[in-house]
C-alpha cells in the first residue's frame, strides 16, 4: 500500500503560478510511472503529465510551454510547475503512482480566477 499526500493547490489569478508536491509514504524509486491528473467540474479525469522511472515525460496539449513535471526519488516526490495558468486549469489535481498496482491522492484544488 502506498499513500499520497497532494499540497500545494489554491487560488491564483490568470497568469499566475503553482506549484504541486506530491509525497509518497514509501520510496518512489520502484514506481514505474508518476503522474498528475486534474478533473474538472462535469469533466472526465484527464492526464496532465507524467513522468516514467526512466525519466521519460508526457504532457497533455493543453499544458506544453506552461507545465513541468519533476521527481525527486530521494524525498520520494513527484512536483508539478504550473506557470501561465489559465482559467480552464481549474480543477482537482490528483497525483497518480503505477507499481504492480495503482495508487491515487486525494487530490488539491486549483483555481484560477480570470
Known amino acids: 500500500q502506498v499513500q499520497l499526500v497532494e499540497s500545494g493547490g489554491g487560488l491564483v489569478q490568470a497568469g499566475g503560478s503553482l506549484r504541486l508536491s506530491c509525497v509518497a509514504s514509501?520510496?518512489?524509486?520502484?514506481?514505474?510511472?508518476m503522474g498528475w491528473y486534474r478533473q474538472a467540474p462535469g469533466k472526465q479525469r484527464e492526464l496532465v503529465a507524467d513522468?516514467?522511472?526512466?525519466?521519460?515525460?508526457a504532457y497533455a496539449d493543453s499544458v506544453v510551454g506552461r507545465f513541468t513535471i519533476s521527481r525527486d526519488n530521494a524525498k520520494n516526490t513527484v512536483y508539478l510547475q504550473m506557470n501561465s495558468l489559465k482559467p480552464e486549469d481549474t480543477g482537482v489535481y490528483y497525483c497518480?503512482?503505477?507499481?504492480?498496482?495503482?495508487?491515487w491522492g486525494q487530490g488539491t484544488q486549483v483555481t484560477v480566477s480570470s
Open positions: 513522468i516514467s522511472s526512466r525519466g521519460s515525460i
Open positions: 514509501r520510496s518512489i524509486s520502484y514506481f514505474n510511472t
Open positions: 497518480k503512482v503505477v507499481s504492480n498496482y495503482v495508487f
